[in-house]
């Protein structure tokens, strides 16, 4: 089992730009999989953006060349940079990590406003 905890979610402007963290409670270098998702009200939730152990990344269409996934091993964080940011973009991110064998651990989320 390991801990999430993300940071970094907001109130942004259309077309700006915030940085999320997900900060692990032990290493993160043997998880096979990190991601991030979201959900908006009224929604199902949605897969954002995720990336192995490996470095190999993936991206819903809806973000695709706005978003970038990355994780650091030293730090045992996961990030999730976003820039151009819209309106549908509002919602509650989590992020995710998967280990074979063992299943996912989520975080608790992080609101995320887009409005002017």
């Known amino acids: 089992q390991v801990q999430l905890v993300e940071s970094g979610g907001g109130l942004v402007q259309p077309a700006g730009s915030l940085r999320l963290s997900c900060a692990a409670s032990r290493s993160i270098s043997n998880f096979n999989s990190m991601g991030w998702s979201r959900q908006a009200p009224g929604k199902q939730r949605e897969l954002v953006a995720t990336i192995t152990s490996g470095g190999s990344t993936n991206y819903a269409d809806s973000v695709k060349g706005r978003f970038t996934v990355s994780r650091d091993n030293a730090k045992n964080t996961l990030y999730l940079e976003m820039n151009s940011l819209k309106p549908e973009d509002t919602a509650v991110y989590y992020c995710?990590?998967?280990?074979?064998?063992?299943?996912?651990?989520w975080g608790q989320g992080t609101q995320v406003t887009v409005s002017t």
């Open positions: 995710y990590a998967y280990l074979a064998g063992v299943g996912f651990n």
